[in-house]
């Protein structure tokens, strides 16, 4: 007798792994930065709802990285999440402090950073959870390589802040997300508001005291139909020394990278103490959960608040595609111009 | 000398273009044949009979007695890459294919036609296929009884094991008799959704002329299950407990009597080769001669598939068997599995809307949907889907456009389907009346009464609706046969009162010795009277057209036997 029926129709629905499992990491950093490594998640570990995740990639620039990271009950109303996190980049971009910084500026430097974070959650989900954090951090400029011109080439030592000085800091604050979303994926409507704030103390007594913000408010509204959605963000973000430090480092300013990044911009384009934020974004469905993107954003940063002004926003306008991955995590290609050309990016952000 | 060294330069020219325009037409244009082994069937076979009609080629004979084949099916995940997204890619940048496009303008086919038709334009009985309700009407009470036998997995149950894959919850038993079934439940808050739809299309695929397995719906209660003893100890490695078997339960659908709604499948006779591929031909199946993209069976089943919206329809749909005779020598069978994906149903609850109009990469779509920012509006959109009757889900008949039905991935002889396959697989739709459609529906004795209204109404809708599309396409005259010196023949869209009685223009080339003519005709009915034309003539090949319609003309061969005239050959849009 043979048989018909338990034969793969579909892809089974599968439950939570267990157990230790190795995988590829691909880090990309651009066109010519593709780092890889393996990727150890420990599943159960150590109970049934945590997962341990260990991963490391190098890439063809020289970039070495090494993330950690334990979750322990992350979707029960109270959890546990661990962060590491060990990054060499040789070849990180500046170009100065400010808004006006030209672009010929570009140079590069080595940041090694090694940082480490706890977090106890309060809430199951992400989209609407309070964070208490702590955490150690540690970063160090130096010679960069894998480009021209370097840092020191173009801005003579001495004329940045901590330009050869590492930084220790033990941080902690707290961060929250509240979110009222019809689909934490890809919202239509509602609103979503994120607070990150954290106090930073120097180890040692040569290392900088400061205050670390994040504000960001994100709202979602359907055209006629939920297939069309306008969306709408904005970010201030800063540091604030404190306790006496007159300056801070100039590689623990607020800069215009990851979901800071200023469309139509080169990453790590601008840099200051305070930043501002602005997009507005419609989109629409082209494929599942495939949407395409029109955008039109502004961006600005700044030393204080009262130096943000209109007219010295940076203008960006373009278009691509998202895909929401989780509730906290959507990738994303853009195609944005500004006044100083076109940029392709391809991104993995946080959920907006 | 200049002049004339142009013009013949123009004449080589001109004589070099349409050579070049005119083989690749007359290649095209050729009987696109898979060549069968000896002893397959022979498509010049002409058997007389005293209907006068040809019959020698009604029966394709691949269930000769062969060994075992070895275990085959395509790679689940290789097949939906390729479906999906390889050959749609392919398809649209070939680009010489496009330019033969042009040379239809030519009269050249840029398409193949099936293979495996005889000379009436029909598929033969095969393993595959038999020939049933198009041609000899399957009684009423036959279809309310369903496609199978009355036989039931008798109670108490054994759960031997868990159902493994696919999307709906069920389990393995064995029934009270030793019989091995298949349970699936029904999904939660939808009863008789997945089993309904399974009954009725089942019914409707069986009629149609498909093989399909024997399923059952079942009601049945907790306490009418047991699992067995290994099982629950995992003594065999397998491990099933009470409490799996609630969590099974729990995701199924309850009827207002409390008894839980599924269907059971009876395993199939014969060893399980795997999934055949609508490609290519069974490796080591020495009957398995056309290779499946150009067997009119699987072309035309796009149709059909389109009329009871089964847009599941993919290799792993369909199943191979080996039955083996005592001398272990035997052949294979193909079934057509899981059309429980059809109507508004899926296994895990009502379709998604998109389904049966978009693939899930529909390239064009997307592309719409990308360049119109968001506002092309598909036509699932447009339609009303959602029935409001859990048992039926999300099924409808308005929007609904037959030459636009779309499967989850496309299928490789649904792409080769020309006008002819299509008219062939709309002729056995129209074939089913409103009487065998409500049949059929009943069949899966719906609890809720507006369901099967629903669907029988929506069905006959779209059974109209297609034999509009392809027959408007395609002339639909047909079943041509001689009596007393008259070529008569039905007129399809007639019979089915589609269109009311009409003429018909026919182009007759007569043939005597070497001796060749050509006549015009006009009918005014589905009859031509053959003793009208020359005496002498041996051979005739008519070409029937509808006055005033688009439609592609039917062309028939005429031999003369004695005194007698039969029909040798049929085409439809050729």
């Given at each position: 007798m043979g048989h018909y029926g338990?034969?793969?129709?579909?892809?089974a629905p599968k439950g939570a792994a267990k157990g230790l499992s190795v995988a590829a990491a691909i880090d990309v950093g651009g066109v010519t930065e593709v780092g890889a490594g393996p990727a150890i998640t420990w599943a159960g570990?150590?109970?049934?709802?945590s997962k341990l995740r260990l991963s490391g990639s190098w890439s063809t620039t020289d970039r070495r990285r090494v993330r950690l990271s334990e979750r322990i009950?992350?979707?029960?109303p109270v959890g546990l999440r661990l962060r590491g996190d060990y990054d060499y980049k040789p070849n990180l971009r500046f170009y100065g402090?400010?808004?006006?910084?030209?672009?010929?500026?570009r140079s590069v430097f080595l940041l090694e950073s090694a940082s480490g974070e706890a977090a106890l959650l309060f809430g199951a989900s992400p989209l609407r959870q309070l964070r208490l954090v702590g955490g150690y951090s540690v970063m160090g400029p130096r010679r960069g390589?894998?480009?021209?011109?370097?840092l020191e080439d173009v801005f003579?030592?001495?004329?940045?802040?901590?330009?050869d000085r590492a930084t220790q800091e033990l941080l902690y604050g707290a961060t929250g997300d509240f979110a009222a979303l019809d689909?934490?994926?890809?919202?239509?409507i509602g609103v979503h508001g994120r607070v990150e704030l954290r106090r930073a103390a120097g180890v040692r007594d040569r290392d900088p005291d400061f205050n670390q913000w994040l504000v960001e408010g994100r709202a979602y509204a359907p055209v006629?139909?939920?297939r069309r959605v306008i969306a709408l963000r904005a970010v201030y973000a800063g540091v604030d020394p404190t306790g006496g430090t007159p300056t801070l480092p100039f590689y623990r300013l607020v800069q215009?990278?990851?979901?800071?990044r200023f469309a139509g911009y080169p990453s790590h384009r601008f840099r200051d103490q305070q930043l501002l934020l602005g997009r507005i974004e419609y989109r629409w469905e082209v494929w599942h959960r495939i949407r395409g993107t029109a955008l039109y954003e502004l961006g600005e940063v700044a030393?204080?608040?009262?130096?943000?002004t209109a007219r010295a926003a940076r203008w960006g306008y373009g278009g691509g595609l998202r895909y929401g991955l989780t509730d906290e995590a959507a990738l994303r290609f853009e195609v944005a111009n500004s006044v100083e050309g076109i940029q392709a990016t391809l991104t993995m952000r946080s959920g907006f | 000398m200049r002049p004339r060294g142009r013009s013949r330069a123009a004449l080589a020219l001109a004589l070099s273009c349409a050579l070049l325009l005119a083989l690749p037409a007359r290649v095209l244009c050729s009987p696109a044949e898979d060549h069968a082994p000896a002893g397959g069937p022979s498509?010049?076979?002409?058997?007389?009979s005293d209907s006068g009609?040809?019959?020698?080629?009604?029966?394709?004979?691949?269930?000769?007695?062969i060994p075992q084949p070895p275990d085959w099916e395509p790679s689940f995940w290789g097949h939906q890459f390729r479906e999906a997204i390889s050959e749609p890619l392919s398809h649209a940048f070939d680009i010489p294919d496009k330019m033969l496009f042009l040379a239809r303008v030519l009269g050249a086919h840029t398409r193949r036609e099936a293979v495996n038709v005889n000379v009436f334009d029909e598929a033969p009985n095969s393993t595959w296929f038999t020939n049933r309700n198009h041609m000899r009407a399957v009684p009423v009470a036959d279809l309310a009884r369903g496609?199978?036998?009355?036989?039931v997995p008798t109670?108490?149950?054994?759960?031997k094991h868990a159902k493994q894959g696919g999307a709906s919850a069920g389990f393995q038993i064995k029934d009270a008799d030793g019989k091995k079934w298949l349970v699936k439940l029904d999904p939660r808050d939808h009863p008789q959704l997945s089993a309904g739809a399974d009954m009725v299309a089942r019914t409707l695929v069986h009629a149609a002329g498909y093989n399909v397995p024997h399923n059952e719906p079942v009601r049945f209660r907790k306490s009418d299950i047991k699992i067995d003893e290994d099982l629950l100890r995992g003594a065999k490695g397998e491990h099933f407990t009470q409490a799996d078997l609630d969590s099974l339960l729990s995701r199924g659908a309850v009827l207002s009597d409390g008894t839980y709604s599924a269907f059971a499948s009876l395993f199939l006779p014969g060893h399980v080769l795997g999934s055949p591929s609508m490609r290519r031909r069974r490796p080591?199946?020495?009957?398995?001669?056309?290779?499946h993209t150009n067997r009119r069976e699987l072309r035309g089943l796009y149709v059909l598939c389109s009329w009871i919206d089964d847009?599941?329809?993919?290799?792993?749909q369909f199943l191979d068997t080996f039955l083996a005779r005592p001398d272990s020598l035997g052949h294979v069978d193909h079934y057509l599995l899981d059309?429980?994906?059809?109507?508004?149903?899926?296994a895990n609850g009502?379709?998604?809307?998109w389904q049966g109009y978009?693939?899930?990469?529909d390239f064009g779509w997307i592309a719409r949907r990308f360049v119109m920012f968001g506002f092309a509006i598909e036509p699932w959109r447009q339609a009303?889907?959602?029935?409001?009757i859990p048992s039926v889900g999300n099924f409808e008949?308005?929007?609904?456009y037959p030459g636009h039905f779309a499967t989850e991935q496309q299928q490789a002889a649904f792409r080769e389907m020309t006008d002819a396959d299509a008219y062939w697989g709309a002729k056995i739709v129209a074939s089913f009346s409103n009487a065998q459609i409500a049949a059929a529906v009943g069949s899966?004795?719906?609890?809720?009464p507006r369901a099967s209204e629903f669907l029988v109404r929506n069905l006959i809708q779209r059974r109209d609706k297609i034999a509009r599309y392809w027959f408007g396409r395609v002339?639909?005259?047909?079943f041509f046969w001689i009596d007393d010196g008259m070529l008569r023949f039905h007129d399809l869209a007639v019979d089915i009162g589609l269109a009311g009685a009409r003429g018909y223009d026919v182009e007759v080339e007569s043939e005597s010795g070497r001796d060749r003519s050509h006549k015009r005709l006009t009918l005014t009915?589905?009859?031509?009277?053959?003793?009208?034309?020359?005496?002498?003539?041996t051979r005739l090949e008519l070409q029937l057209s509808i006055p005033g319609s688009g439609s592609g003309p039917v062309r028939v061969e005429l031999s003369r036997t004695g005194p007698d005239w039969i029909v040798t050959r049929v085409r439809h849009a050729g």
């Open positions: 338990n034969r793969v129709m579909n892809p570990f150590p109970s049934g709802d009950g992350d979707r029960r402090i400010g808004n006006e910084t030209p672009s010929a500026n390589y894998q480009g021209t011109p370097r003579p030592p001495g004329s940045l802040p901590y330009q689909d934490g994926r890809d919202p239509t006629f139909a939920k215009t990278d990851g979901p800071l030393p204080q608040a009262s130096a943000f | 498509h010049a076979a002409h058997d007389t009609v040809d019959n020698g080629t009604w029966v394709d004979h691949d269930g000769r007695p496609p199978d036998s009355l036989a109670k108490p149950w054994v759960v080591g199946d020495s009957n398995d001669w056309y290779r847009w599941d329809t993919k290799d792993h059309v429980g994906s059809s109507f508004g149903a899926q009502p379709k998604a809307l978009e693939s899930t990469v009303h889907e959602n029935s409001g008949s308005e929007v609904f899966a004795h719906y609890e809720d002339a639909p005259l047909d009915t589905a009859k031509m009277d053959l003793r009208t034309l020359p005496g002498g003539a």
